[in-house]
């Protein structure tokens, strides 16, 4: 059985653990709980360990259990749900109208779909661009050239808030090859930053590479099966 609140402890350790080799505040480096085919039960334990941030690859899936959480009293303080799967455009405005961020943005048109299916008494949807810094052609995201580009379409559009950027490495043993790709990501963050002052997310790293992640600078590890358990 799956104990989420020791998992918890484990992954909190590891990322002060990655922030200290590199003299970070742990503070510094927030924790996305990856909530993607696990049952309400799992997430309500995560809660309970003091998790608020929880995200989810699948728009139907992901739908369901903010409705079902939202009826659950259990759950007295908010959850802020991201969706960090790939988005497609017949499914943007499940997503505009139920979660607080979306973190896979690679096109221009589907941040505008967002933008205009975001309900007007919401809060702004916040938002980071998915970069592709493998180049791997089974990935989703905006190239390194283009980014700063679509960087600047999603920031004039009213009902979107520009926050950040996300990647997923390609899965390799050579660290150096890893972490090259970080720290390139990292460059494009820092650059984002001078122009854009609400971007403060930089959202890199998983339960295998969340120490390279961190030593690269990330603001936000994406955890899954280090919290939950394999995948179902």
């Not at 699948?58 to 969706?83: A, H, L």
């Not at 493998?134 to 700063?148: A, D, H, R």
């Amino acid at each position: 059985m799956t104990n989420i609140f020791e998992n918890i402890i484990c992954v909190k350790q590891k990322i002060a653990h990655a922030a200290e080799q590199v003299q970070r505040e742990t503070a510094q480096i927030q924790l996305l709980a990856v909530s993607k085919t696990k049952p309400v039960a799992l997430i309500k334990q995560a809660y309970q360990a003091g998790l608020r941030q929880f995200g989810e690859n699948y728009v139907q899936e992901g739908f369901e259990k903010i409705q079902q959480i939202q009826r659950d009293s259990d759950f007295d303080e908010p959850i802020y749900w991201y969706f960090i799967g790939p988005l497609q455009s017949n499914k943007t405005r499940l997503v505009a109208e139920n979660f607080d961020w979306v973190q896979s943005v690679d096109r221009f048109k589907i941040a505008q779909r967002l933008n205009d299916q975001r309900p007007i008494e919401l809060p702004k949807l916040n938002i980071c661009l998915q970069v592709n810094i493998s180049g791997e052609q089974s990935k989703s995201g905006t190239t390194l050239s283009q980014v700063i580009e679509l960087a600047s379409q999603v920031n004039s559009l009213p009902r979107l808030k520009l926050r950040g950027i996300m990647a997923i490495p390609e899965k390799t043993e050579n660290i150096d090859l890893l972490e090259n790709q970080f720290k390139a990501l990292h460059n494009i963050y820092k650059k984002l930053q001078q122009c854009y002052p609400d971007i403060d997310t930089l959202s890199m790293g998983m339960s295998g590479d969340l120490q390279s992640a961190i030593r690269c600078g990330s603001t936000m590890v994406r955890i899954g099966s280090d919290i939950f358990g394999s995948r179902n």
